[in-house]
Every structure is written in structure tokens, then in C-alpha cells.
């Protein structure tokens, strides 16, 4: 009997809107987003939000309940908003994905009704793992409401929680049905949160358009000052680069071995584990590229002037390029709490051959196969300089 | 700022393969689908057995431990293979799944990596659950055992496990890398699941293929003298059917309201259940063909003749068209425990409008969104009179 070969085809779509005071009586991009005026019954919404917004927005909750009351022969808000604990913690715990999933279940949420999440990456991912795995998979609408989550995860097609000690090791590839990014919460976040998530867009310029990099030089100041203007620029730029990739890289769920947008994330995602997510993604990011950046400068493939522009830019966004982190065991890199641990791991979680991405200027990258261990250990120790420099200037 | 528009598109390509005792020393297919020619070092397999299959084969395991050895330049298995009971219990449990995802992370399986499944149906949608999650979905061989999984299940592209009371609540769609069908493990099966795997054959038949309704009725009494040749000719026009379908009707990730290949199903699922298991998929599937065609006869959609045609040719294949479950509670059709309640937990389950295949005749189907309860009571009660001759003309 001969071999049966199929070739199949799946197609998404989904989109990008950005809004302020997404859940203002006044404001239709929710109703229009659901195609209310479409449906011949309310929508079934089921929303998650992220307890740590709550604190800088306590009356977020009844907005929405009251948006949803109001609209009520478009959406039916099954239940009061669950509030689940923000940041890694949701990603570490496997009960808040069992809980979400039961509350599927117990709502009679289905393949036609929403999940709605509203908060930063982290919860983003782990409401996004429940809602894709419960009927294989309801529609998710995310309302990322922090720095990095409007420019980076939450505008991606990824979801994940942490297991076994690892980052991410759980999670499909979904896309969302629509993002809605929402400036007016930015307004009130801590500005460690604020700074972490420019990480990111350091990122994607450093990889795909040294214009932006410029951008970002010449508006680090304002940024620091929490200009809106810029930072609303900075995000919506980020989501084009970021959209444009996975649309067009050939390998959006990266069955492959490359994974071009994960500059800098190899050393990051370790460092937020050795420091038991202490370190912020975005902080970690920062010191991941700074690292990657000072190795492809001591391997003759960056070229110094560039190198410093990056560390100066990430001096100028008050993001630091070293953290004790990096030096643990850097003695025995055998250890598993070494941060060279971190380029198997990131072999490992990707598959196949070793590829990390480097950049030989800014705009401009490549991929190579291997890693010089002694140079990158060398390139700690010029971090960990420039660092202690770097502080003592400013003290 | 103008929201941002996206396509992603995704293609999936792979085989399904026919052989005998894949695992003997002199048969290469395993070797040739892993493309080992054309690796640099083996690949790494981390195989998962269904202990069901042990009783008849209890040398598999040594077996597929020799064949890998033997061909260590190829393949690396990287522990003994994993041994679950099979049947929905792997399904019911989660701590199944979570054991094999800890067993991918301990073993180092990546996205580049194997997880071979050898099994029954229940088996390979449990193993593909805990595959397509950890690390956002490893590689997946899937070599069925059953005529169900090699027909039906085995071959296309979903995976899951029951929770919270629902049949296949978790789960995802995700294509398998490969499927080996090895017609060698039918031949030890046990009689009543030789006998239900038919069902599915009987339900793509009455979909979509006219001339293989006919075959089936022209071979029923071989196919219960367990004739290899027919058995192994109805598993491959099963398979090309699927796949066929899959790749063709537009919506394999099934985001519509329509399942057309769910003929008979949400009887089935509902009957699988409230028998606790006791009932076959198969069986079921069979029971839930006969009361949809019975119910689209009844509503004159189905001419008499084809209707006869439908319970004669499950008569001659052993398979019983009642079940005691049928009539539970149907005095009080809002009881969750009766079968009735199958018809909302199968529309909750796809999502959207309530869309039920039924058939107009042998080889054509139509959807329908309502279902007349009345009129379907008395199919049940049709069914149970029918049942009852049949049952007394045989003793």
C-alpha cells in the first residue's frame, strides 16, 4: 500500500488596535472588535485580570462589569472579572491555569465565545496556554497593559507557563483573535516596568532597523520623562517589526532552529531564573544584549563604535548591563547555575542545532552555531567593568 | 494610530505509511521517515507503549529496544520505553500527562527531538497532548494499534484528554509528524475492538463514499472472519477519506460551527460517557450513527431503504444500534444524565450554532441546526423496539 502524503494549510488572521480607556462607556473598539452588530446573541466573554493593575486602577473591575451591562445586547460578561496574581507567579503555579480552564468549563465558554485577558506578559501567557488548550483552543482577546506586553509578547502568537524548573516549557502556538493595546495604562506604571519594557524595542531596532535605533537615541530623555508622544511611537513600531517577522520569516511556529528574534534571550531567560525572577524579563533582556553585543565585539564582528552606542543607549534608559547573576560559577561553566547552563537550555527548548543571533551593526544580523565559552567569559568581565565604572560615574 | 492587519499562515505536511511489524530488524521504514541518512548525529526518541498491547505482544518493548540499538547510528533512544495503561483511564487521569512532560524534559526531548507513540487511540490523544504542549510542541510518530486509531483517530490531526467530566475538554490541534500504521498488532486484537473500530469506517462511508458503503456490505461477514486483505483496504480508504478531507474542507482547525466528520457523534460522546467508559468509542459511534440516520428517516429526510440498509450492515458487522443508556432519564430530557444533554455539550464543545450532520442518503450528507427532541425520543424508542426483535430473533 502506498504512503499517503497531505500537505495542510491553516490561516489567521488577527489584529492590532491601540486605544486609550479601552473600557470607557464611550469608547466602541470593544463592541467593534466582537462584530457585535453581526452576532445574533450577546458574546460570551469570560475576563482574567492581572490583581497587580488593580492597585494603580482598583475601579477596573466595575468599569468593565458597567461597560458590559451597558452593552449588555452585545457582550454577556459571564462572571465578575476572576483577578489573578500578576508577573511570574502565574506562570510558576500550574493551579491558575487548572482554575482558568474549569471556568471555561463551568461558563460554557466555547470555541465562539472569548477569553478575555487584561494585564502584563506574564499573565498574558498563562491565561493564553489555559484558553488555548480548553475545546483545543477559544478565541483570546488581550489587553497587554504594560510596556513590554504592548510592544513585545503580547502582540506575538505564543503563550506559556514555566515547569520543571524551566522557563516557558509549556505552551502552544495560537494566535490571538485581536490585541487591544490600551496607552492609558501605562500611565500609572511603576517606572521600573516603564524602563524594563523599552528593553525590547532596543532589541528589535538593534535586529531590524537602525533608524529606530536612532529614534531611540535621541528620545531616551523623553522616554525617561515618561513622554507618552515617544513611548507611543516606540510601541507602535515594535508591533509593526514584530508582526512583520512572524508574517514573513517562513517558520512562524519555528519548527526550524532559528529564532532570530531571540537576540540577547538565551542569557536572559537563565538570568531570570538564577535570580528567582527577582530581575525583571525586559532587565534581563537588557543584560542579554549588552552581553551578546560585547561578544560579538570581541569576536571582531561588531564594530566598537557600534558596541558602545548600544551600552550607551541602554545607560541612557537607565537599564543596566550587568548583574551579579552572570559571575555565579562562572568558574566551574559546568554547573547548572552557571549562565553558560543557559545556551543548552536555550538549544534544548528550541531544538536542533545551536543558533544564536548576533548583530554585526546596528540593524544588521546573523546567526552562528557556536559560541566562543572563553570570550563570552570574557565579555562578562568587561560588563562586570564597565558596570562598577559605570556606577562609581554616577555616585 | 492605525491598527496593524495580519496573515499568518502555517502549513503542515505529513504521511501516513502502511507496513507490517515495523519493529523487525530487516523493515527500514522507521529509519527512512526519521530521514536518519541525513542527520549528523542519531536522533533522539523517547518512546511511550500502551500496556494493553503488552499482553498480546509482551516482547515489544525488547523488540523496539533492539531494533534501536541496532540502528544506534540512527536513533537514539533515550530511556526503556514508557509503559501506560491504555484506554480512556490514560485520558482521566492528568497525572499521565503531566509524567510524560516531566519525562521530555528530563530526557532532553526538543522540537527536533521524537515522542513515538505505539497504541490505542485513547493512548496516542493523551501522548500528542503532553507532545503539542511541552515546549510549545515536540515531534510526534504515531503508531496506532487499534482498526479505530489506524482509521480514524491515529491518522488525523487533534490530540486531547477528558477533564472536569467532559470528553476531550484539553486539548490541541497539532499535526503529527508521521503515522506508521502497522497491520501486524490488528491481528491480535481482541474481537470486540476488531468489530467497533468499523464503526468509523461505516460513518466516512455514509459521508462520503457511496461505492465504499458497498464494500463494506459485500465484505461484512470477512471482516468478521478477520480477512486481513479487506480489513487492511478499508483502513486505507479510511485514512485517504480523512486526510482528504482535512486538507480540503477549509476549516481544519475547525474555528466554524460545522463538524462534518462528527456524524453520530454527540450521541456517541454522551453515550461513552454515561456508560463510564464501559462502551467503545466504536460501539458508541455505531449506536449514535443508527439514531441519527434513524432520526433523519423519521424526519423524512432518509428514505426507508437506506435506513435498512444502515442497521443491516451493523447487524452483519456484530455491532448493536441500542444501548440501555439511550433511554436514561428521558422522561426528564434537562437531566444532565440524559442523552438529550449531549446535543448542548456537543455545540458547547465546537463553539456556535448547534450544527448536526445528518444523512439525505448512502454517501450524502446535509447539517442541520435544530434538532426536533420529540421526533428524536422516538428514534430511541424506535431503535430499542428494533434492538429487541433482532436480539430475540438471534436467541
Known amino acids: 500500500l502506498r504512503s499517503i502524503d497531505q500537505i495542510i494549510q491553516i490561516n489567521y488572521r488577527y489584529s492590532i488596535h491601540?486605544?486609550?480607556?479601552?473600557?470607557?462607556?464611550?469608547?466602541?473598539?470593544?463592541?467593534?472588535?466582537?462584530?457585535?452588530?453581526?452576532?445574533?446573541?450577546?458574546?460570551?466573554?469570560l475576563c482574567v485580570l492581572d490583581e497587580t493593575l488593580l492597585y494603580h486602577h482598583p475601579q477596573l473591575s466595575k468599569d468593565i462589569q458597567l461597560y458590559c451591562m451597558h452593552n449588555s445586547a452585545c457582550i454577556d460578561l459571564c462572571s465578575t472579572p476572576i483577578v489573578i496574581q500578576g508577573g511570574e507567579a502565574s506562570k510558576n503555579d500550574p493551579k491558575y491555569v487548572t482554575m482558568l480552564q474549569e471556568a471555561i468549563h463551568q461558563y460554557g465558554i466555547c470555541r465562539h465565545s472569548y477569553v478575555m485577558a487584561v494585564g502584563g506578559g506574564a499573565l498574558l501567557d498563562m491565561v493564553g496556554y489555559a484558553a488555548a488548550t480548553a475545546h483545543r483552543g477559544v478565541r483570546l482577546i488581550r489587553v497587554p497593559t504594560t510596556v513590554l506586553?504592548?510592544?513585545?509578547?503580547?502582540?506575538?502568537?505564543?503563550?506559556?507557563?514555566?515547569?520543571?524548573?524551566?522557563?516557558?516549557?509549556?505552551?502552544?502556538?495560537?494566535?490571538p483573535s485581536v490585541v487591544l493595546n490600551d496607552a492609558h495604562f501605562l500611565t500609572t506604571l511603576p517606572m521600573r516596568d516603564w524602563r524594563s519594557g523599552i528593553a525590547e524595542a532596543v532589541k528589535v531596532a538593534l535586529l531590524k532597523d537602525c533608524?529606530?535605533?536612532?529614534?531611540?537615541?535621541?528620545?531616551?530623555?523623553?522616554?525617561?520623562?515618561?513622554?507618552?508622544?515617544?513611548?507611543?511611537?516606540?510601541?507602535?513600531?515594535?508591533?509593526?517589526?514584530?508582526?512583520?517577522?512572524?508574517?514573513?520569516?517562513?517558520?512562524?511556529?519555528?519548527?526550524?532552529?532559528?529564532?532570530?528574534?531571540?537576540?540577547?534571550?538565551?542569557?536572559?531567560?537563565?538570568?531570570?531564573?538564577?535570580?528567582q525572577y527577582s530581575l525583571r524579563h525586559g532587565e534581563a533582556v537588557a543584560i542579554g544584549i549588552a552581553l551578546d553585543a560585547t561578544y560579538a565585539y570581541l569576536m571582531d564582528l561588531l564594530p566598537a563604535h557600534d558596541w558602545q552606542r548600544i551600552l550607551q543607549l541602554f545607560s541612557a534608559l537607565g537599564l543596566a548591563v550587568y548583574a551579579n547573576e552572570l559571575s555565579n560559577y562562572l568558574s566551574s561553566p559546568d554547573h547548572p547555575d552557571c549562565i553558560l547552563a543557559g545556551l543548552q537550555e536555550f538549544?534544548?527548548?528550541?531544538?536542533?542545532?545551536?543558533?544564536?543571533?548576533?548583530?554585526?551593526?546596528?540593524?544588521?544580523?546573523?546567526?552562528?552555531?557556536?559560541?566562543?565559552?572563553?570570550?563570552?567569559?570574557?565579555?562578562?568581565?568587561?560588563?562586570?567593568?564597565?558596570?562598577?565604572?559605570?556606577e562609581e560615574s554616577i555616585s
Chains 1, 2 share one sequence.
Open 18 to 45: 491601540f486605544t486609550s480607556r479601552l473600557f470607557q462607556d464611550e469608547n466602541p473598539l470593544l463592541l467593534d472588535v466582537l462584530h457585535c452588530d453581526q452576532a445574533l446573541t450577546p458574546m460570551k466573554v
Open 149 to 175: 506586553s504592548q510592544n513585545d509578547s503580547g502582540v506575538g502568537i505564543k503563550n506559556s507557563v514555566n515547569a520543571f524548573g524551566k522557563k516557558n516549557f509549556l505552551g502552544t502556538f495560537a494566535p
Open 211 to 275: 533608524l529606530f535605533f536612532e529614534f531611540l537615541e535621541e528620545n531616551a530623555a523623553r522616554l525617561m520623562d515618561r513622554d507618552m508622544q515617544v513611548m507611543s511611537k516606540l510601541i507602535y513600531r515594535c508591533a509593526q517589526l514584530h508582526l512583520e517577522h512572524i508574517a514573513t520569516n517562513g517558520d512562524p511556529f519555528e519548527s526550524g532552529s532559528s529564532r532570530p528574534l531571540d537576540f540577547g534571550h538565551w542569557a536572559a531567560h537563565k538570568l531570570e531564573q538564577l535570580s
Open 347 to 390: 538549544r534544548e527548548h528550541l531544538g536542533g542545532r545551536l543558533t544564536i543571533p548576533l548583530i554585526t551593526s546596528i540593524g544588521h544580523s546573523i546567526e552562528v552555531n557556536a559560541i566562543d565559552t572563553n570570550v563570552m567569559m570574557k565579555s562578562i568581565e568587561l560588563l562586570r567593568q564597565y558596570h562598577t565604572i559605570h
